[in-house]
């Protein structure tokens, strides 16, 4: 079970809304690979192995997220050893469309102590989740920096998780340049887990 406690470290947008989710209610056709890559969590992501989880809305894709957020939290929090330095930041997650409004801000030497505070949070955890992947709009500042964050955590091998509506290799053809070339420093450092099937959200009902 994913405990509310581990997810709220990760962020406050998924501790409430995922509370008490398991692996076997979250994607049964995907499950196996996911299931795989949560067993070998430490060793795969000590290397800067992340996922990239694609599919239509309302398919399970935060859900992912979220239990990436949990295994990360357990595997620290284990009495066995890390292969990873502390403390630091564990886990953070973010939305696209927030995450650029928030680089955007950046003006050479007029930021503040706050913006320089997060970056660096976004920069050094030790997993980065970065949902609603493909939704981003050009813009110098917010590109510019995004390519930054996603070199830095590659060349010093810190994961990066992915959730997106679009296939992962659609991002090479994609009309945004910063994602096509996010898409290709990630090369190698990301697998994708394609999700099928429609939305399995359902609508409130009168009782």
Known sequence: MVSPTALARAGHELGSTFEG??????????RRLLEAF???FGALTGRGCGLAFTGGQGTGKTACLALIAEACVRWLEAPKATPWESPRPVVRYTRMPQLARRLADFVPGRETDAWWSEYERLQSCLVLLIDEFSVFTEGDRAGGMLLDLIDYRVSQRLPVFVAL?????ALRDDQSWTLAKCREKLEGAVREIVIPGGSRRTAWELV
């Open 21 to 30: 989710m398991a692996l076997f209610n979250v994607i049964p056709s995907a």
């Open 38 to 40: 949560l067993r070998e």
């Open 165 to 169: 509506n679009a296939r992962w290799d």
